[in-house]
């Protein structure tokens, strides 16, 4: 199937549902005379868009760089951690089900507990928010990878007597790859939506949490729809952007099955 | 010379992970939370120990400050925090302006620990609801994704793109719909807001989780139903369903987690208007950030903590009542 | 012998008494159960024994395994499926210190010996069962061994596959003069590929039978010689304990593990 081919078999029936979608809601709107306040338009909310660009380009350059900074920061960290606890096997016995524990809980109330540590006129309770976001996904999805091998891997290494370093190194890092990237996937989409709501806390007053927050607070509804729509999109490059290192990290790998 | 006599089981040197019913699967719960507890009694260790010996100011590097201030304030002793439990929780009432009479009355006689818990319980009520219409919602919206490729194709980036809408963003606005809205005799309440944003947590987990496992029976399986010509009806019923459950499960732990976190959220963006009488342990969080006294704080976001990890144990127990179609080994 | 009272604990391998000479081809063929691929991995230090020992190479079975004494060929292959068929087969070079230059020249002949010069980079999920078995086969030759142990390791191909790698084996074995101790469940396998073919049996595992192939050289025409059929014969007979005592005995020089013939 050619290039153009393909893209219209994928692509075209989630396009042909957003456009529908998008003419029902204006429809809906305009029909039933609906108050901007419960719903607001399309045509409402691109026109705010437009008018205040430059103030939502802005706010979404801010929380952006919480969420990258928290992003990597997460993730060093979680590659870190997990490759000594593979080495250590005692350390990670106690530190892999307080991870787990921490993915059941929600992190973004951590935010206030971080303001009061680094003090109001700073980023860094943002980021750090979203690094143990970032941070617990990574984590576990990786410690998975590195510690489930094979049978017959584990023979192989056994009979050509590799010590613990090797096998570390030769199969059980490649071998974790793919999990290690399910987790930045997931990592990554966490990072802008903690960003935005650890906003909510108080604190600085820049990012589109506060400027979604603030634009409802002066009832320009459509406003703060536009800035919603900024975050999505800025979520959505966040997820195209581990998607593109998934492709870069195992592009060479033919897998039979994923 | 010599015999050898073998024991057909696994050498030592090769882990077996695999969970068994009985002694087994008592030993690894054992297993897990003793490491819970030493992980959680290292962190104490760390807090303390940093409390000590790290710089009173903190650290900066670069301008931005990256270790926390030592005072008594910003980082509370771990038994302060445990002390604050059982004060007189007075404070609340005068100083937020954002709550009825109502409930500063009530509050007014109660200790810290009892505010606390009973707050819990509210945002729970609320995570419930909100759970168990994202449970039915994502399982419809599974079933219909599986039943046609084309609306597969459409829906699914949607649905993957919805969880991108920081919902936060979506609660002020939800917060007008307080009282206007009017179906028969039930008006919309700040209440349902949240669930309703718990219920928008819950709803993906579930459908991505249930729609996997409504396409995880094997091709065997699948050619099986086909050859004895069963109705759609039937291969659900009896093949797909049984066959999801093994997805389902943790899906519908991470929806529990998800709904707890979506009332407590949807609580402090709602909830600095007013949610009335009924306060959630995400307004009593909002609460104390804006006080001075942070290890009540601390004690409040331990809280949610333990709330959301409970939640998460509680559905975890369907995977004991649900075992007999939950394949061992078979998580994806 | 007597039976382990502790449940669970069966005795699978009574008194084992095993040798190969240098260079030899020696099968080991018995129905299921019958400890063959146990005994194997318990030469391989793959498993350990509960009770009684095991030497190799005068030496016990864990340490023979340390010094490298042999190489090992796994049924399924066991190719790393994100490293090249050249990086595949430098692994036990790369894992014990073999220089740069030394590996790639090493590689290459291996690559020429199992005929597989134009796969180099490619990587296994690419590869057919019979190539992938190739590639591994060269990875247990990669540091020369003077002993193969393979396990089953034709038994997922296809009939045609399997005879030829067969072939290709046997001119391997042939080239590097290794000696292979081999398990298989085929009987014309084993009789095609080994000098020997030791015959087990189960409950307990234990060597019945040891039958000496006389076939020759093999080639094309081997599997359509009389002598080969006769050989088949005496092997089923073997398998199916109609034969009396066995007329192989297991005498040769550089023997690798003790010897003496078992009933």
């Not at chain 1, 103030?55 to 952006?64: K, L, N, Q």
């Not at chain 3, 020992?53 to 190719?79: I, P, W």
Request: aromatic residues 6%; hydrophobic residues 50%.
């Amino acid at each position: 199937m050619s290039g153009a081919g393909r893209f219209s078999v994928l692509a075209l029936p989630a396009l042909v549902l957003g456009a529908v979608l998008i003419g029902l809601w204006q429809a809906l709107v305009d029909g039933f005379g609906i108050k901007s306040w419960i719903l607001s338009s399309p045509s409402e909310i691109w026109r705010q868009l437009t008018s205040l660009f430059n103030g939502i380009v802005i706010a979404t350059t801010h929380t952006g760089l919480n969420a990258i900074v928290g992003l990597v920061v997460g993730v060093v960290v979680a590659l870190l951690l997990a490759g000594l606890c593979t080495r250590l096997r005692l350390l990670g016995h106690a530190v892999t089900p307080v991870v787990g524990a921490l993915a059941a809980v929600p992190i973004v109330c951590t935010a206030p507990l971080f303001l009061f540590m680094y003090g109001l006129t700073s980023s860094t309770p943002r980021r750090a928010v979203v690094a143990i976001a970032a941070f617990v996904p990574v984590y576990l999805n990786t410690i998975r990878g590195l510690s489930e091998m094979s049978t017959v891997h584990a023979e192989l290494m056994r009979s050509l007597a590799a010590d613990r370093m090797q096998v570390l190194r030769i199969i059980r890092f490649p071998g974790a790859l793919p999990h290690f990237c399910t987790g930045l996937r997931i990592a990554a989409s966490l990072a802008v939506i903690s960003a935005v709501v650890s906003e909510y806390f108080g604190g600085l007053q820049n990012g589109l949490g506060y400027f979604i927050s603030d634009q409802a607070h002066n009832t320009n509804y459509p406003a703060a729809w536009a800035a919603v729509l900024a975050a999505v999109v800025l979520g959505l490059i966040f997820f195209a952007g581990a998607v593109l290192i998934e492709r870069v990290l195992l592009e060479r790998r033919v897998t039979t099955a994923s | 010379m010599t015999g050898l006599a073998l024991q057909p089981a696994r050498p030592a040197w090769r882990r077996d992970a695999r969970l068994m019913r009985g002694a087994g699967l008592l030993r690894v719960i054992v297993f897990r939370a003793g490491g819970l507890v030493a992980g959680l009694a290292l962190l104490g260790v760390v807090w303390e120990a940093y409390k000590a010996w790290g710089p009173t100011g903190g650290a900066h590097l670069l301008g931005i400050s990256v270790l926390p201030r030592t005072d008594d304030n910003a980082m509370p002793h771990l038994w302060t925090i445990w002390n604050v439990l059982g004060q007189q929780d007075a404070v609340g009432s005068q100083q937020t302006l954002s709550f009825g009479p109502s409930s500063s009355g009530s509050s007014g006689g109660q200790t810290v620990l009892g505010a606390i818990a009973g707050d819990c319980l509210q945002t729970f009520q609320w995570a419930a609801v909100g759970c168990v219409v994202g449970l039915l919602v994502g399982m419809g919206l599974a079933l219909l994704l599986d039943r046609s490729r084309l609306i597969e194709r459409a829906a699914l980036p949607y649905l993957v793109a919805s969880q991108t809408v920081p919902l936060v963003a979506l609660a002020p606005i939800l917060a007008q719909w307080d009282g206007s809205i009017k179906i028969g005799g039930w008006t919309w309440s700040n209440g349902t807001s949240i669930e309703l944003v718990a219920a928008y947590l819950a709803f993906f987990p579930i459908s991505i989780g249930m729609l996997r496992g409504l396409r995880s029976a094997s091709a065997v399986q699948n050619d099986l139903f086909t050859c004895t010509a069963a109705s759609w009806r039937q291969t659900l019923l009896r093949l797909k369903l049984p066959t999801s459950v093994p997805h389902l499960l943790p899906a519908l732990r991470l929806a529990a987690a998800a709904s707890v976190v979506g009332a407590i959220v949807a609580e402090i963006s709602i909830g600095q208007g007013a949610i009335g009488a009924k306060s959630g342990i995400g307004t009593r969080i909002w609460e104390y950030s804006q006080q001075s006294d942070s290890a009540r704080l601390y004690a409040s976001v331990i809280a949610a903590a333990v709330l959301g990890l409970g939640v998460t144990l509680l559905v975890g127990l369907f995977d004991l009542v649900l075992y007999r179609y939950n394949r061992l080994g078979a998580r994806d | 012998m007597t039976f382990s009272g502790r449940r669970g604990t069966v005795q699978a391998l009574q008194e084992i008494d095993l040798s190969v000479a240098a260079g030899e081809f020696v099968a080991l063929i018995g129905p299921s159960g019958c400890g063959k691929s146990t005994l194997l991995r318990i030469i391989a230090d793959l498993q350990v024994p509960s009770s009684g020992t095991v030497t190799v190479a005068g030496k016990s079975a864990a340490q023979a395994r340390l010094d490298q004494e042999y190489g090992f060929a796994f049924q399924q292959a066991g190719l790393l499926d994100w490293r090249t068929v050249r990086a595949n087969i430098e692994l036990p070079l790369q894992l014990h210190g073999v220089d740069g230059d030394a590996r790639r020249r090493r590689v290459s002949e291996l690559l020429g010996l199992v005929g597989l010069e134009d796969f180099a980079e490619h990587r296994p999920p690419q590869l057919s069962g019979g190539m992938q078995q190739r590639v591994a086969i060269a990875r247990a030759l990669a540091e020369k061994p003077a002993l193969l142990l393979m396990d089953e390791p034709f038994g997922a191909l296809d009939e045609m596959t399997r005879e030829r790698m067969q072939d290709e084996l046997v001119r391997i074995t042939d080239e590097t003069g290794a000696a292979v101790l081999f398990v298989t469940h085929s009987i014309p396998e084993a009789v095609f590929l080994a000098d020997r073919v030791v015959v087990m049996s189960p409950r307990p595992g234990r060597i019945s039978q040891v039958v000496e192939i006389g076939l020759g050289e093999r080639n094309a025409d081997t599997r359509e010689a009389h002598e080969f059929y006769a050989a088949i014969t005496t092997v089923r007979e073997a398998l199916r304990g109609r034969l009396g005592k066995g007329d192989g005995d297991g005498d040769g020089d550089g023997a690798l593990v003790d010897s003496r013939e078992a009933l």
